[in-house]
């Protein structure tokens, strides 16, 4: 079943609406948890980390699909046995519906996160047609897409974080001169070695500096003495 959906602006990320789902108790660390995750991917592709207009995100038993119409993105979480197609198609009416409302102007003006109650009262409303798949209207649905091709680009939630890490570090060092050194010598291996070695090394200099001083002296006393 879809559990969680939230709809919001790309262009700079804000979460819109939500559905006005009811969470026992017991369930809502759990659901909070979801939130924020849902909340991070839709500020991932506002920042054109994800480039697809259409894509699935794998979660543990959970799955995440995202759908961009008209600089919206459309967020549904669901298990990973609900039926894909049927899915994009549930996000596909929340778009015609909002697309229905044409809300433009107001959407523009939104700047808190989640004001757009109307249209999380109409999520629900969606949402409920499509919490069981075994109805004639949504078994009629699957049959009809079961001949089309589904064109959703498949990823893995962890693989996102790791990009967006590698990304802030990559920037930190940009930033930071002082992290812009190579990255063969900010291995932590060679700093151990560079740690231990380096004294031993000054050391074993100057006992060479000293001993090719004691030698020329030597030598220079010895020349004085056969003059």
Partial sequence: MVKL?????????LPLAQDQTYVNQQDNARF??????????????????????KMTILLDHHSFHFLVEKKICYIALSDSSYP?????????????????????????????????VRFGKIIGRIRKKYMDTRTQANLSKLNSLRKQELNVVTGH???????????????KASSDPRMSVSTIWS?????DIA?????????ILVILVLFNASLIMTDDYLISTMI
Avoid: M
């Fill in 157 to 171: 939630f962890n693989d996102i974080i790791q990009r967006r890490q590698i990304f802030e570090t990559s920037e």
């Fill in 5 to 13: 959906t939230i709809v919001g602006r790309v262009e700079d990320g």
């Fill in 187 to 191: 291995s932590r291996c060679l700093q």
């Fill in 195 to 203: 740690l231990k070695w380096t004294p031993v090394t000054i050391i």
């Fill in 84 to 116: 894909r197609k049927l899915l994009f198609h549930y996000l596909q009416d929340l778009h015609k519906e909002l697309d229905n409302l044409d809300e433009t102007a107001l959407i523009q003006k939104i700047s808190k996160p989640y004001s757009f």
């Fill in 32 to 53: 909070l948890l979801y939130k924020q995750q849902a909340e991070f991917l839709l500020k991932q592709i506002s920042k054109d980390s994800l480039l697809h207009p």
